[in-house]
């Protein structure tokens, strides 16, 4: 069992380019998060999902879009990349029962130039 | 708003030294989590807290929760260099979103 994987595992990217993180789990968890670790600010939710064909806003979700076709896949777009949105970015999932803790992907780091 | 938060941000310590990692939390809530991230890493959870007075432990590590208090302890005795990490707590606020609230974590350094 993977867990959870997330593709790229680093990036670097122009400014203004388009870019789709993915992150796909095997646990069949309902919940799924996108969340970006920046130095001094700790973990910031982007988006968030409950279940497959819903998705929800998170802290800082400017910029940013997803979508949930499936329970699985919970891919992350930047429409138009810019600097400040160089970061780590990591994926995560949780079980329905909620009283589970939440898995983390292994991370994407992207740069934005 | 759920905030958390924990102190201190920066530990360092000898090898073979007790400390204790504070969590507090601004509403009710029976659910904490602890984690570890190593330096490049991701996130590794350690502990699951759900109820009052919940202790967990794991080899030098000890977790506990006082909801009424809204504050959960890590601590660590006799520290050993591998423990050197940043350690953060999450809560579950029990809202719409099914979300943890993220404490902002606690770099950890013990020296030989």
């Known amino acids: 069992i993977a867990g959870i994987t997330q593709a790229p595992t680093s990036q670097i990217l122009a400014a203004g380019r388009r870019m789709t993180l993915r992150c796909t789990q095997d646990m069949r968890h309902n919940a799924m998060y996108w969340y970006r670790q920046d130095l001094g600010l700790g973990l910031r939710l982007i988006h968030y999902?409950?279940?497959?064909?819903?998705?929800g806003k998170g802290e800082v979700p400017d910029g940013y879009s997803v979508s949930r076709a499936n329970t699985d896949d919970f891919p992350l777009t930047l429409a138009s990349a810019v600097p400040s949105q160089t970061s780590v970015y990591f994926c995560?999932?949780?079980?329905?029962?909620?009283?589970?803790?939440?898995?983390f992907g292994p991370g994407t780091r992207l740069t934005v130039l | 708003e759920l905030k958390v938060e924990q102190n201190p941000l920066f530990l360092s310590m000898q090898e073979g030294k007790n400390y204790t990692i504070y969590c507090n939390y601004s509403t009710t809530s029976d659910r904490l989590y602890w984690y570890r991230q190593d330096p490049g890493k991701s996130l590794e959870s350690l502990f699951v807290l759900l109820s009052n007075g919940a202790v967990k432990q794991e080899g030098r590590l000890m977790a506990s929760l006082d909801t009424k208090a809204r504050l959960s302890t890590l601590h660590i005795t006799a520290a050993v260099h591998d423990l050197s990490a940043t350690y953060f707590c999450?809560?579950?606020?029990?809202?719409?979103?099914?979300?943890?609230?993220f404490g902002g974590g606690t770099r950890l350094m013990v020296k030989p």
């Open positions: 995560a999932s949780r079980a329905t029962s909620a009283t589970d803790t939440q898995y």
């Open positions: 999450a809560v579950d606020g029990q809202n719409a979103g099914n979300m943890l609230t």
């Open positions: 999902s409950n279940t497959a064909g819903t998705t």
